[in-house]
T-cell receptor, first 111, second 115 residues
Framework: SQQGEEDPQALSIQEGENATMNCSYKTSINNLQWYRQNSGRGLVHLILIRSNEREKHSGRLRVTLDTSKKSSSLLITASRAADTASYFCATDADSSYKLIFGSGTRLLVRP | DSGVTQTPKHLITATGQRVTLRCSPRSGDLSVYWYQQSLDQGLQFLIQYYNGEERAKGNILERFSAQQFPDLHSELNLSSLELGDSALYFC??????????????FGPGTRLLVL
């Protein structure tokens, strides 16, 4: 079973707009990571936020983490057509080595 | 390019058969992870090896097995294949054991189709 659930399942926006994706998880975590997957390809690591961090930035990406609500959000600003992909959050459960992935958000950025 | 290589890229086989998927981690990475991605189950962790030893097991079927060799490459063996085993199989690697903040680098995947 998956730990994370992403919302929305699909998102369609115009190029230049911001895209916000949310992830909720069930158990306590050490860190939460976001990955991107272009259709049928491998996953690309975007950003990692530790459980003691609340916000992190990387280029046009902003990630927030609220451990009290067991949720995270990924904001992509000034979206581009090349941002079209599926976005997954992944968490590591307590003292576990594996990543548990959410169900993903499919983002479509229209030119 | 993540530096993780997987072969083959595509594999078509029949039910009941056995296949071997191969993964070479990034140079210097000691941990290798295997994941299965299917439409109905999403991305599922299968198994992890660290420096040749099994470290964690996930939803891996008894028909599946894996190993990591002294040169750190890994193989995932799938036997008695069923239609439901059709999926994308990803390998990932990381530097250390892989907890508390390890970024995992994913290979391009092997697409398995069981007919």
């Amino acid at each position: 079973s998956q730990q994370g659930e992403e919302d929305p399942q699909a998102l369609s926006i115009q190029e230049g707009e911001n895209a916000t994706m949310n992830c909720s998880y069930k158990t306590s975590i050490n860190n939460l990571q976001w990955y991107r997957q272009n259709s049928g390809r491998g996953l690309v690591h975007l950003i990692l936020i530790r459980s003691n961090e609340r916000e992190k930035h990387s280029g046009r990406l902003r990630v927030t983490l609220d451990t009290s609500k067991k949720s995270s959000s990924l904001l992509i600003t000034a979206s581009r057509a090349a941002d079209t992909a599926s976005y997954f959050c992944a968490t590591d459960a307590d003292s576990s080595y594996k990543l548990i992935f959410g169900s993903g958000t499919r983002l479509l950025v229209r030119p | 390019d993540s530096g993780v290589t997987q072969t083959p890229k595509h594999l078509i086989t029949a039910t009941g058969q056995r296949v071997t998927l191969r993964c070479s981690p990034r140079s210097g990475d000691l941990s290798v992870y295997w994941y299965q991605q299917s439409l109905d189950q999403g991305l599922q962790f299968l198994i992890q090896y660290y420096n040749g030893e099994e470290r964690a097991k996930g939803n891996i079927l008894e028909r599946f097995s894996a190993q990591q060799f002294p040169d750190l490459h890994s193989e995932l063996n799938l036997s008695s294949l069923e239609l439901g085993d059709s999926a994308l199989y990803f390998c990932a690697s990381s530097v250390e054991v892989g907890w508390g903040g390890e970024t995992q680098y994913f290979g391009p995947g092997t697409r398995l189709l069981v007919l």
